[in-house]
Nanobody, 127 residues
Framework: QVHLVESGGGLVQAGGSLRLSCAASGRTFSANAMGWFRQAPGKEREFAAAITWNGGTTAYTDSVKGRFTISRDNAKNTVYLQMNSLKSEDTAVYFC????????????????????WGQGTQVTVSS
């Protein structure tokens, strides 16, 4: 099991930027693909971004492509989500997730495919 702690959330105006961080401990961090999900008020949890163990491949949901960038630093056991050009519809609780495998596979949109979850960090974008 990987223990995940997110940070970096907050209140930002539309068009602004935030960088989320997720510190991992427990299992060997570099053995896991990592990702971010988000959950807006009254909505289901949805996939946002994912990255393979070595950072070689990434995936994004269509609504964040070109605005969000996921990255990782295996030496620091940390994964990041750089969010630019934020919109009010990006308002949500953002969860860091760890996959049980080094590659996230084709089912990465499914929350049940991810083994470990952080507690979440709130991102609020004001219009």
């Amino acid at each position: 099991q990987v223990h995940l702690v997110e940070s970096g959330g907050g209140l930002v105006q539309a068009g602004g930027s935030l960088r989320l961080s997720c510190a991992a401990s427990g299992r060997t961090f570099s053995a896991n693909a990592m990702g971010w999900f988000r959950q807006a008020p009254g909505k289901e949890r949805e996939f946002a971004a994912a990255i393979t163990w070595n950072g070689g491949t990434t995936a994004y949901t269509d609504s964040v492509k070109g605005r969000f960038t996921i990255s990782r630093d295996n030496a620091k056991n940390t994964v990041y989500l750089q969010m630019n050009s934020l919109k009010s519809e990006d308002t949500a609780v953002y969860f860091c997730v760890a996959h049980p495998q080094p590659y996230y596979g084709s089912n990465y949109y499914n929350p049940s495919a991810w083994g470990s979850w952080g507690q979440g960090t709130q991102v609020t974008v004001s219009s």
